[in-house]
């Protein structure tokens, strides 16, 4: 466990990958109210909407009104995503937001001709045309990410040189560009990962581009959430999206597409009882869980919500042992 | 990933585990009903039922007739639970099952007190008796576990060493004896493990006895059951148990006791995926896994009896490059 980080980043997805797949009208205070909920978790960053097409996803469309009701911590991040200069455009104008850009690869061509009706080489047309779109705006660019990076559903495996290749072609996007990066993250997006591919692709990145920081962001719709961050951090991993209480997702759900980030209270409870550091507090996170899921009105899928930290059962235990010495 | 084991050995508790915890009548054939799907999977032992006091646990009041219901599949090994010479004779009369016996010590003290009014000295005594029953009965001894062996929620942690000064006693027990002890399971009972602790307790225990076959009995409570197999597999654990669905307990439920063992079928996934035998069909598992769903009637936790497993999404691309080929 040589490679194993003395502190990880565990960003924030949940109010973002939730309440978009969310069928229920969820209401904007409520959504405001699991943002503010998660600001005093010691969670550094925390996503906060989306700014995307109010027709294709009804449930975003008050998108504006979220990040005007919510009240800003000092020393967290909050972001938003947007697809389009429009989205962009729409987030700068909050002047509430930590506005930064990312450039974005998928691995699968089968995936984007579908999703997005291009191939490869227009995806890597479209990557120069948000690089000038950032430049326009002054957004500072510093991260870019791989979708698609551990299989895909219409293309089957991924394999790790086209991962390389697409780091390579990233990076000379930025060069081209202007743009330094220093955070690249690999998405399992249709959750194809397990232990093995993420030991496989993160080390085959890291050994060709040892000083770039590596971010996953994974899906536990087969249940491989936590034990991929494990051999993610094993790797030398410092950084994860996940989302409070496995939000972005029902669990039950048939349709498969609808499994939800690894959980973030699950994560930071693993990492806590490793000596991991996350800055995060357990306890608060939990109640931001058991927020979300009352938000909602269902059940979702994290575990430690349910099944409690530990650190309660030992401060019990502690009371019993001083309670024996007094007596 | 040098000592990562070519093949696993999953043991299904899910018919024991599940049925012995839920509230709702399950009729005898439907408990039935889930033994024979789950003899049809490949899995090479299957714990059927639990033959305790019909008054202490009034769901497992049927044990004689569900080991008389179900169909022996030639190449599987049928086992049951039992806590005293009543319970073994319970299960020796049926005449159906594989009976193997097995000495077991809890490394909790607190727990121990609580559960079976003992001390750790009188729980050495008993299993002293343990060992005399199985001499009576003639039935051979090949196993041991520790109970509590990563931490408990009336004791806190529990010291490697103390795990280790168990697995010393059992021996010195086992020998006594005049038994041989091949396989020592490490029970999770509270789940308070996590990947670092596993790779603590059993590298610890490893190192002491290179040549004993290590069984992990992880309890999922936390979300750390698939996390805990991997990282004990990394440790040269072979041997797990599971429960098909998740089977044991119910994720909803605000008793934190009241979560499953680590899923059969997410386990076989991984396992797959990583190219590590099991023996076991995914797809057959996944179809007893979605009959235990049915048969208690709510959601059960298993995460690829609903993401599905990727062995169909394969099969569907690679069918489309074969259409695109022809055409």
Redesign the interface.
């Known amino acids: 466990?040589s490679d194993m980080p003395k502190r990880v980043r565990i960003l924030e997805e949940g109010p973002r990958e939730g309440f978009q797949i969310e069928k229920g009208p969820i209401t904007t205070a409520r959504k405001i109210e699991l943002v503010d909920s998660l600001s005093q978790t010691g969670l550094e960053q925390i996503q906060v909407t989306s700014f995307v097409s109010p027709q294709a996803v009804p449930q975003m469309a008050d998108a504006l009104e979220v990040v005007n009701g919510f009240t800003r911590k000092p020393g967290v991040r909050y972001t938003a995503l947007w697809l389009n200069d429009k989205g962009l455009e729409r987030a700068l104008a909050t002047q509430k937001l930590d506005i930064r850009g990312s450039l974005s690869l998928t691995a699968s061509e089968k995936f984007l001709l579908r999703n997005q009706k291009r191939t490869l080489a227009e995806n890597v047309n479209a990557v120069r045309s948000i690089i000038g779109m950032y430049k326009h705006y002054n957004v500072t660019v510093d991260r870019a990410s791989i979708m698609a990076a551990f299989?895909c559903?219409?293309?089957?495996?991924i394999s790790t040189e086209r991962v390389l290749d697409m780091v390579r072609q990233l990076f000379e996007l930025a060069e081209e560009g202007g743009v330094t990066l220093k955070t690249l993250s690999l998405a399992d997006t249709m959750?194809?990962a397990?232990?093995?591919?993420i030991?496989r692709v993160v080390g085959a990145v890291r050994e060709r581009y040892p000083d770039l920081e590596l971010s996953l962001h994974l899906h536990?719709?087969?249940?491989?959430g936590?034990?991929n961050?494990?051999?993610g951090m094993q790797m030398g991993v410092t950084t994860f999206d996940a989302a409070v209480a496995g939000l972005g997702g029902c669990?039950?759900?048939?349709h498969?597409a609808a499994?939800g980030n690894v959980?973030t209270e699950?994560l930071v409870?693993?990492c806590q009882?490793?000596?991991i550091e996350t800055g995060v507090d357990l306890e608060k996170l939990i109640e931001s869980a058991l927020l979300a899921e009352d938000i909602v009105g269902h059940?979702l899928?994290?575990?430690?919500m349910?099944?409690?930290s530990?650190a309660k059962?030992?401060a019990k235990?502690?009371q019993q042992v001083q309670a024996q010495r007094a007596a």
Chains 1, 2 share one sequence.
């Open positions: 466990m299989g559903n219409f293309e089957g495996e959750a194809w397990t232990p093995g591919s030991k536990d719709t087969r249940g491989m936590v034990a961050a494990y051999a669990p039950f759900a048939a498969a499994a959980c699950d409870f693993m009882e490793m000596g059940p899928p994290g575990s430690v349910k099944g409690g530990l059962l030992r235990v502690a």
